[in-house]
Structures are given as structure tokens and as C-alpha cells.
Nanobody, 124 residues
């Protein structure tokens, strides 16, 4: 499967942004999907993940209550709604797919396919 992110940009603190990830392939619904991010000089970190059915989700503590992950299997698309953005949310955001659709993994090495990333910059 191939994944392509979109929706990044420059916003102010407190604003909202929605990222989209379009996936190719007829088996999109068989993948767990996730979002990771990487800020300059930092390691890539887990942001959110969603099971194949959307019935299970997981979030990093730093984004709980502010970010929401969702998916539309009919459109082969996963979304990341980001509200109340903070400067520390500034990073390149990556969409990723995991063939093990039975779990929502939080470690990057568990995921099999990665997009090129989209930049999110939050100014103070």
C-alpha cells in the first residue's frame, strides 16, 4: 500500500488543522493506520493510531483530548483532526500503515508503510 499525506501548513497557536492520508490498494481496510511526527533534532514519535474498523484508537498523552484520528474505509482515507494546536506540535507528520490489523501499535518499527510526510508549523 502507498500512503500520501496532505493538509499540513502554518497556523497559529490555538488553531485547528486536519491532516488527510490517502492510501492506495484494495485492502486498505485490512490495515491499522497511524500518525507519527518528527520535530527537528528529535526522534520520530507516535501520535495516534486506529484499528482497521475504527473501533480502537490510541493516542500519545501529549495529544489526548486535542487530536482525533478517524478513517473512512470507503474512501481509503485516514484523518487526523488537530485542535488547540501548540508550538510544540510543530513537526513533520507521517502517515503509516501496519499489516497487523489486529492491534494498534505505538512503536514505529511495527509499521510497514510510510508516507513522505507533511509539515505542520504552529506559531506562538
Amino acid at each position: 500500500v502507498q500512503v500520501v499525506e496532505s493538509g499540513g501548513g502554518l497556523v497559529q497557536a490555538g488553531d485547528s488543522l486536519r491532516l488527510s492520508c490517502a492510501a492506495s490498494g484494495r485492502t486498505f481496510s485490512r490495515y491499522t493506520m497511524g500518525w507519527f511526527r518528527q520535530a527537528p533534532g528529535k526522534e520520530r514519535e507516535f501520535v495516534a493510531g486506529i484499528s482497521w474498523s475504527g473501533g480502537r484508537t490510541a493516542y500519545a498523552d501529549s495529544v489526548k483530548g486535542r487530536f482525533t484520528i478517524s478513517r473512512d474505509n470507503a474512501k481509503n482515507t485516514v484523518y487526523l483532526q488537530m485542535n488547540s494546536l501548540k508550538p510544540e506540535d510543530t513537526a513533520v507528520y507521517y502517515c503509516t500503515a501496519d499489516r497487523n490489523y489486529m492491534v494498534v501499535a505505538t512503536a514505529s518499527h511495527e509499521y510497514d508503510y510510510w508516507g513522505q510526510g507533511t509539515q505542520v508549523t504552529v506559531s506562538s
